[in-house]
């Protein structure tokens, strides 16, 4: 079945500092890709998103292309607050496939330093 | 989320006791879901709702039931609490799957099971 990879965390970053947190799926059909963020004590809020192959998604300085060459949709953002500080999970939907209904990655931790 | 509300935020039970949490949308969103967040497993699906009366199973639906009588309310019960349900538990709603239909969340249910 469908299923989200996610480089295992924490990660601990300066302020400043380039962000890269890596996501690879496996999926039958063809599934659009998602990053949800997740802050201390919060529910998960949805970040970017991409419905087809060499999509960019964008928000809040961070970016994520879907490839499907690749099977990736890494995340990226070019210097990290400690306002980032969070922890980030990649999901796909495949309506085709388990009805389109979301499948998580295990999430990866981010916290940024001063 | 204000369209999205979970109760109760925290909860501690004992072994062996029924137990019920309630997600509540203003939203009108046909799909509703339960998931559960555990370390090192992201989050995974317990239930989901396409409609009213309309409910089936995720990946992880043992030792669950739920109800939804209405199109606001999608309840999730712990016929008989164990140890091993100790976890924190996300509601989330969407108008639709697939397509780059993201998910709403609700801010999650804390519960420990003694």
């Known amino acids: 079945g469908n299923s989200v990879t996610q480089m295992e965390g924490p990660v601990t970053l300066s302020e400043e500092a380039f962000l890269t947190i890596n996501c690879t799926y496996t999926?039958?059909?063809?599934?659009?890709l998602f990053w949800y963020v997740q802050y201390p004590g919060e529910g998960l809020q949805l970040l970017l998103k991409?419905?087809?192959?060499?999509d960019k998604g964008s928000n809040k300085g961070f970016e994520a292309t879907y490839r499907k060459e690749t099977t990736s949709f890494h995340l990226e953002k070019g210097s990290v607050q400690v306002s980032d500080s969070a922890v980030y999970f990649c999901?796909?939907?495949?309506?085709?496939?388990?009805?389109?209904?979301?499948?998580f990655g295990q999430g990866t931790e981010l916290s940024v330093k001063p | 989320d204000a369209g999205i509300t979970q109760s109760p935020r925290h909860k501690v039970t004992e072994t062996g006791t029924p137990v019920t949490l309630r997600c509540h949308q203003t939203?009108?969103?046909?799909?509703m879901y339960w998931y559960r967040q555990d370390p090192g497993h992201g989050l995974r699906l317990i239930h989901y709702?396409?409609?009213?009366?309309?409910?089936d199973k995720g990946e992880v639906s043992d030792g669950y039931s739920v109800s939804r009588s209405k199109t606001e309310d999608f309840l999730l019960t712990l016929e008989s609490a164990t140890s091993s349900q100790t976890s924190v538990y996300f509601c989330?709603?969407?108008?639709?799957?697939?397509?780059?239909?993201?998910?709403?969340f609700g801010s999650g249910t804390r519960l420990t099971v003694v």
């Open positions: 999926a039958t059909g063809y599934p659009s």
């Open positions: 999901a796909l939907s495949d309506l085709y496939n388990q009805g389109g209904k979301l499948i």
């Open positions: 939203e009108n969103h046909r799909y």
């Open positions: 989330a709603i969407s108008e639709g799957q697939g397509a780059g239909y993201g998910y709403t």
């Open positions: 709702s396409y409609g009213v009366k309309d409910t």
């Open positions: 991409a419905t087809k192959a060499d």
